[in-house]
């Protein structure tokens, strides 16, 4: 087990805890989390363009001249690639498959690692418990406030990853119009999210959901 500080939303130190080694003090292989976070940005990507071939544009049926004795070349519809208003040869087209494959036990273990860099980078904090006045947007960027200047010691920088047990409508409202900040719940963690935010708050009851998450599903892969 690891032990480190714990906070409140103040940011003082109020005691300390454990995090399971096996999450949060892996061997960390770059490879591993870069073909990781590729395989899941590809694998959200929609292909939007997409041009029309010859058979796809509207029009062209009748063949513009005849074939011989017009001293032209031959054509056989003006919806030719070569033709103005024509079909596009090897545009870009909607079917295009990007997707990547990797297996769960991969995904995992990147996920771990990932959470291991951010707590050796020192860009993590757990705090015992978060709650706010009602809804309020204030009392969200105050704690970020808190965080980033008295923990992170990186005034400005509020690119947060806050880490919920479960979904709590009351923080989730409260953090939604502040752009730098993505509230996610324990169990619906992935490799792209911990690292495209720098810093990353995690309530102290999330590390439980995380452990019985994600080591269960470690252990089943193992089998």
Same mark, same amino acid.
């Given at each position: 087990?690891?032990?480190?500080?714990?906070?409140?939303?103040?940011?003082?130190?109020?005691?300390?805890?454990?995090?399971?080694?096996?999450?949060?003090?892996?061997?960390?292989?770059?490879?591993?989390?870069?073909?990781?976070?590729?395989?899941?940005?590809?694998?959200?990507?929609?292909?939007?363009?997409?041009?029309?071939?010859?058979?796809?544009?509207?029009?062209?049926?009748?063949?513009?001249?005849?074939?011989?004795?017009?001293?032209?070349?031959?054509?056989?519809?003006?919806?030719?690639?070569?033709?103005?208003?024509?079909?596009?040869?090897?545009?870009?087209?909607?079917?295009?498959?990007?997707?990547?494959?990797?297996?769960?036990?991969?995904?995992?273990?990147?996920?771990?690692?990932?959470?291991?860099?951010?707590?050796?980078?020192?860009?993590?904090v757990v705090v015992n418990s978060l709650s706010f006045s009602g809804?309020?947007?204030?009392?969200?960027?105050? #704690?970020?406030?808190?965080? $980033?200047? =008295?923990?992170? %010691? /990186?005034?400005?920088?509020?690119?947060?990853? +806050?880490?919920?047990? *479960?979904?709590?409508?009351?923080?989730?409202?409260? #953090?939604?119009?502040?752009? $730098?900040? =993505?509230?996610? %719940? /324990?169990?619906?963690?992935?490799?792209?999210? +911990?690292?495209?935010? *720098?810093?990353?708050?995690?309530?102290?009851?999330?590390?439980?959901?995380?452990?019985?998450?994600?080591?269960?599903?470690?252990?089943?892969?193992?089998?």
């Amino acid at each position: 087990m690891l032990s480190i500080d714990a906070y409140n939303q103040k940011g003082e130190k109020s005691g300390k805890i454990n995090l399971p080694e096996e999450i949060f003090g892996v061997k960390l292989n770059s490879n591993l989390i870069h073909q990781t976070y590729v395989a899941q940005e590809a694998n959200a990507r929609i292909a939007v363009a997409h041009t029309k071939t010859r058979g796809e544009v509207r029009g062209g049926g009748a063949k513009p001249w005849k074939q011989k004795g017009t001293g032209r070349a031959r054509h056989g519809s003006i919806r030719s690639p070569l033709w103005i208003g024509g079909g596009i040869t090897f545009g870009p087209r909607s079917d295009r498959n990007f997707s990547k494959n990797i297996n769960k036990k991969q995904k995992q273990k990147a996920l771990f690692m990932a959470l291991t860099s951010k707590l050796t980078d020192k860009e993590m904090v757990v705090v015992n418990s978060l709650s706010f006045s009602g809804i309020k947007t204030k009392d969200a960027d105050d #704690f970020l406030d808190v965080m $980033t200047d =008295k923990i992170f %010691n /990186a005034k400005g920088n509020k690119k947060t990853l +806050v880490i919920l047990p *479960k979904a709590d409508r009351e923080l989730q409202l409260s #953090f939604r119009n502040i752009q $730098t900040v =993505k509230v996610i %719940n /324990a169990d619906s963690l992935n490799v792209v999210d +911990v690292l495209n935010y *720098k810093y990353t708050v995690i309530l102290k009851d999330s590390v439980e959901v995380i452990k019985n998450t994600y080591t269960k599903l470690h252990s089943k892969s193992d089998k």
